[in-house]
């Protein structure tokens, strides 16, 4: 059973940046696709980004394109999701999550696994 663990969520002013870190234990982030998820009050949760299982292979949602980016040192490493010039719109609590599944990881029905969240509040 593979346990996720986020941190590294806070306040922030717009245009400001955050580091979230995830770690994994019971398994490795390098035998399982990686995903950032977020959910805002009131809203659905939504695809953030994706880690490939060999750590190459990377895909955003067009929120957050050129402004975040999901990484990795190396299989074993914390999955992290640096963030940078954040919005208001931003704000939300995000999760990371591992799936067995190498397609359709934009999907969260497609995920095995999922942290418990950490929340990123960005003031205006």
């Known amino acids: 059973q593979v346990q996720l663990v986020e941190s590294g969520g806070g306040l922030v002013q717009a245009g400001g940046s955050l580091r979230l870190s995830c770690a994994a234990s019971?398994?490795?982030?390098?035998?399982?696709?990686a995903g950032w998820f977020r959910q805002a009050p009131g809203k659905e949760r939504e695809f953030v980004a994706t880690?490939?299982?060999?750590?190459?292979?990377?895909y955003y949602a067009d929120s957050v394109k050129g402004r975040f980016a999901i990484s990795r040192d190396n299989a074993k490493n914390p999955l992290y999701l640096r963030m940078d010039s954040l919005r208001p719109e931003d704000t939300a609590v995000y999760y990371c999550?591992?799936?067995?599944?190498?397609?359709?990881?934009?999907?969260?029905?497609?995920?095995?696994?999922w942290g418990q969240g950490t929340q990123v509040t960005v003031s205006s």
């Open positions: 999550a591992a799936s067995r599944s190498s397609y359709g990881t934009t999907l969260s029905r497609r995920y095995d696994y």
């Open positions: 019971g398994g490795t982030f390098g035998s399982y696709t």
């Open positions: 880690l490939s299982k060999s750590g190459g292979d990377t």
